[in-house]
């Protein structure tokens, strides 16, 4: 039996990866089905039921549970426990899509007026003030001054900034262009952002020392 539960949720998790092409996104959906902390939903079925997602999926057809009770009890498990409601907000969408992979029906809609999911409180961000953002890059090395200049200047993710090749940044254009590829980005669709002159020069001098680029040749490999 337990070699059937992971096959029903790995194909399950091969289906996620097809959808969003990302890792981290297959992590927690895994997580969040079962974990050594038995926290997941699998485990929480077995301590609260002692059945496991399939009987669940199967005695829900047969009107046994209600689904939307369950899961409104499985996410205040999750917050007596003190989950994040951030967490469990993304716990609840992996489970419910794992369990209408398992042939339930679950609407959004009820889902909203049943189940309540614990407010994320926000404390309010106090912006970084320019003499501690020049602190910050008088005491920093070469590389995290440009990548500090980079982002800041440009608004990129540092995932995108690492997966950048020099053939996507146009030095040629005021100010400086970089097309980020699809492939590379969060949400999977291109698009352009532009360095302020301060990181165009940051970036040009960290290039021309460390990995030998000439402004003068075509190096954009």
Known sequence: MQQLLEQKAQSFLDSVFIMSHSYSTVSSYRLAISNKN?????????QRYSIDELEFAE?????????YEVLR?????????????K???????????????LGLKIYTE????????????????????????????????????????VLSSSGM???ELVQLKLSDIDFTTTPTT??????ITKTKSARETFLTAEAT????????????WDEKKDNSH
């Open 110 to 149: 009820d889902c909203k007026h049943i189940i309540r999911v614990p407010k994320n409180i926000q404390e309010p961000e106090v912006a970084l003030t320019k003499e501690l953002i020049l602190r910050v890059l008088r005491n920093a090395p070469p590389r995290l001054q440009t990548v500090i200049l």
């Open 201 to 212: 020069n940051s970036l040009k001098d960290y290039l021309s020392r460390f990995l030998k």
């Open 73 to 85: 009890d499985y996410v205040i498990f999750l917050d007596k426990i003190n989950y994040k409601p």
């Open 59 to 67: 005695q829900t057809k047969q009107e046994k549970f209600d689904v």
């Open 87 to 101: 967490t469990i907000t993304s716990r609840l969408a992996a489970i419910k899509g794992y369990l209408r992979f």
């Open 38 to 46: 038995k926290t997941g939903f699998r485990d929480f079925l077995q």
């Open 178 to 183: 970089v097309r980020l590829p699809a492939k």
């Open 157 to 159: 993710r540092i995932g």
